[in-house]
């Protein structure tokens, strides 16, 4: 029994149709998963962001404890000042408040950097607590589209699997087992329409005998594998 050339190449086209509409449904999951990934990295981020964040108001918290305790303590070095007993204690204290002040000053300077740190800090915050908005309200659509076409394609792929099942009927029932595990490995590929007398496949040219067997409805796999066809137009 001899195949039609008419019959495969729409067996082989609607194949390829079925290919196209798999492919979609299996695009928005694949989709929705690179999405997730992005997300968790951003709350990943994120979080580092916030820890750094904590961290910088705390050294700034430490340096303002510090510097209270400094205050406090040239406070009570001029009091001390004011009842020194003889000039030696006099100039001792007034070195040391000297010094404290001194060491207050810089530590007045190191407070006023920490702040600003803390200030950068929760603007980079702020920005990636917006981006994670941003990408889940993405995801959020994404998934919205991806479920509302989704009904749509499974309803093509089995309309379009009923049609291949009518269209493979006319492979020899010898053949149904190859062209099976052929299908299984690869899918719309396991067809091959001759192109310039030549597998499309795997381009090795097909001598002119196999050539006009094929056309006569001839049933050839390709050294490739394929189940090779003449289409119409060829
Ligand atoms: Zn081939």
């Known amino acids: 029994m001899g195949l039609s050339c008419a019959g495969m190449k729409q067996l082989y086209d609607l194949r390829l ?3 196209e509409i798999s492919d979609q449904l299996e695009r928005g999951p694949r989709q929705i998963a690179a999405r997730k990934q992005i997300i968790n990295k951003k709350k990943e981020e994120l979080e580092s962001q916030r820890a750094r964040l904590k961290q910088m108001k705390v050294a700034a ?30 100039e001792a204290l007034g070195s ?20 600003e740190l803390v200030d950068v800090a929760q603007i980079d915050v702020r920005k990636v607590e917006l981006e994670t908005v941003a990408v889940e309200a ?15 394609l499974k309803e093509q792929a ?3 699997e009923q049609q291949v099942a009518a269209a493979e009927t006319i492979l020899p029932a ?9 299908v299984q490995a690869y899918g719309a590929s396991a067809l ?20 006009l067997e094929l056309k006569a409805g001839g049933v050839k796999f390709c050294t490739c594998g394929r189940l090779m066809f003449v289409g119409d137009d060829e």
């Open 17 to 19: 149709k079925l290919r």
């Open 61 to 90: 918290d430490q340096k303002n404890l510090q510097l209270k305790s400094s205050e406090a303590r040239i406070y009570d070095l001029n009091g001390k000042l004011n009842i020194a007993a003889n000039n030696r204690e006099y």
């Open 96 to 115: 040391q408040i000297a010094a404290d002040t001194m060491a207050k000053s810089v530590l007045e300077d190191e407070i006023l950097e920490a702040l």
């Open 138 to 152: 993405e995801l959020q659509k994404l998934v919205a589209e991806v479920q509302a076409k989704e009904a749509g």
């Open 158 to 160: 089995a309309a379009l």
């Open 174 to 182: 010898e053949i149904v087992p190859q062209y099976r595990r052929l």
């Open 192 to 211: 091959a329409p001759v192109s310039n007398k030549s597998c499309s496949e795997c381009y090795v040219s097909l001598t002119t005998q196999l050539y």
